[in-house]
């Protein structure tokens, strides 16, 4: 296992069209963790799995957005009707427990035009 | 509310010369205190953590931390930085032990 993994690295879409992400974390670890970054600031949380259990969701998390983890295993962010103000890096980070480190991917850039 | 600052968005320093750069935390309770690096199309990598004991902390690549509690302060040092070391930095803190906090970052600029 060489970390965590996130697909695709860089998407383009139009604005009002749905865009899915998906993440695939270190194997062994249970905890998978969606932040975003947008230009000059650092990552924001955006919702946090248990398992396959969605434990968290921060405010940042619109209506627009969903996440799921089925089976505990990979994750992915889907994010309907895209909005400009959506643009921004996606990171996906997983862990094996409370306060452990967590291992970031290589992130999916969007881009809403 | 809870916040993470780093006060200095750049700094330069040259090849050779110590480091250190600053964060700032406001929490009701001592946090889990973590500091990343983050190279051009890298993802974040972790440095150094802190969650108890000794309050100076070794990490990867030559760094250190110490964390400072009458200060609210967790500041990241290195007594010789290389050209390698040019990357934005960003503290984080989190007392709930998973959504982390990160601050805005600092960049750094290494030159010869």
């Known amino acids: 296992d060489t970390g965590v993994s996130q697909d695709p690295r860089h998407k383009i879409t139009k604005r009002g069209q749905n865009v899915t992400f998906r993440c695939d974390p270190i194997?062994?670890?249970?905890?998978l963790y969606w932040y975003r970054q947008t230009l000059g600031q650092g990552p924001e949380f955006l919702t946090y799995f248990q398992n396959e259990a969605q434990l968290e969701k921060s405010r940042l998390l619109s209506d627009r957005f969903s996440a799921e983890r089925p089976k505990g295993s990979f994750s992915t962010l889907e994010i309907q009707r895209t909005e400009q103000g959506d643009s921004a890096m996606y990171l996906c980070?997983?862990?094996?427990?409370?306060?452990?480190?967590?291992?970031f991917g290589p992130g999916t850039r969007l881009t809403v035009l | 509310a809870q916040s993470v600052t780093q006060p200095d968005i750049h700094i330069t320093v040259s090849e050779g010369a110590s480091l250190e750069l600053r964060c700032n935390y406001s929490?009701?309770?001592?946090?889990?205190l973590f500091w990343y690096v983050q190279s051009p199309g890298q993802g974040l990598q972790l440095l150094l953590k802190y969650f108890s004991g000794d309050t100076l902390v070794q990490g990867i690549k030559g760094f250190e931390a110490e964390f400072k509690r009458s200060q609210s302060s967790f500041n990241l040092r290195k007594p010789s930085v290389h050209w390698s070391d040019a990357a934005e930095y960003f503290c984080?803190?989190?007392?709930?032990?998973?959504?982390?906090?990160f601050g805005k970052g600092t960049s750094l600029l290494v030159t010869p």
């Open positions: 980070a997983s862990s094996s427990g409370v306060g452990n480190e967590q291992f």
């Open positions: 194997s062994e670890h249970n905890r």
């Open positions: 929490y009701g309770a001592t946090p889990y």
């Open positions: 984080a803190v989190t007392n709930s032990g998973y959504a982390l906090n």
